[in-house]
């Protein structure tokens, strides 16, 4: 039984929203990580991200995440980068109503 190689992706918070994104082979940055590029050469991925950490006027925080590529899609393989592709854990603040006098 062989096994899939695992792949990176570069991801990062953008700059403006703070929102998890990923780059794409396009070099645009994406909130869905199904457009990422999946990365399964290590000095590619390397260049990806030096080139990704060079955006700063795009992004924050830019590192790789190993993923596993499965039928169902892309699997994230730590705790926090799962976490991160789910998007984020706390609802946006809501507009208070005001009640008409």
Known sequence: MSTQ???HVVTANALDTGD???LTGCDEW???ILTAEFID???HADFRLFVAQGQ???VVDAHLAEVEITDNGPVP????EALRAQGPSVAAPQPHAIAAE
């Open 77 to 80: 393989l730590t705790r926090r």
């Open 30 to 32: 994406s909130p869905e």
């Open 41 to 43: 050469d290590t000095e």
């Open 56 to 58: 700063t006027r795009l």
């Open 20 to 22: 998890v994104v990923y």
């Open 5 to 7: 190689p695992n792949f």
